[in-house]
């Protein structure tokens, strides 16, 4: 599976954006999806994750209630919309593929990863 994440931007605190991962190869409606994100200086974390039919997902607590993902396994097309923006949102987001299917945390169990696409909020 190759990933290709967009939709990054400047964006003021309070702010939305939605970015997209564009997936290409067979597996990818069969497979959990995330979101990970690192700020400069810091471990990459978990955002937020989807299983393979869109149904079940998993958010970390710092963006519960503010994020959303989603997919389209039709457009093979990965999704994070993202509202109430504020400063400690600001780092590289990257999409990834899971190696089964219900959503997960862990950044071991995803092995396909795609480059980045970078959010900056401005206070």
């Known amino acids: 599976v190759q990933l290709q994440a967009s939709g990054g931007g400047l964006v003021q605190a309070g702010g939305s954006l939605r970015l997209s991962c564009a997936a290409s190869?067979?597996?990818?409606?069969?497979?959990?999806m995330g979101w990970f994100r690192q700020a400069p200086g810091e471990e990459r974390e978990f955002v937020a994750s989807?299983?393979?039919?869109?149904?079940?997902?998993l958010y970390a607590d710092s963006v519960k209630g503010r994020f959303t993902i989603s997919r389209d396994n039709a457009r093979n097309t990965l999704y994070l919309q993202m509202n109430t923006l504020n400063p400690q949102d600001t780092a590289v987001y990257y999409c990834?593929?899971?190696?089964?299917?219900?959503?997960?945390?862990?950044?071991?169990?995803?092995?396909?990863w795609g480059q980045g696409t970078e959010v900056t909020v401005s206070s």
């Open positions: 990834a593929a899971g190696l089964g299917r219900a959503p997960q945390w862990r950044k071991n169990q995803y092995n396909y």
């Open positions: 190869g067979r597996t990818f409606s069969s497979n959990t």
């Open positions: 989807i299983d393979w039919r869109g149904i079940s997902t």
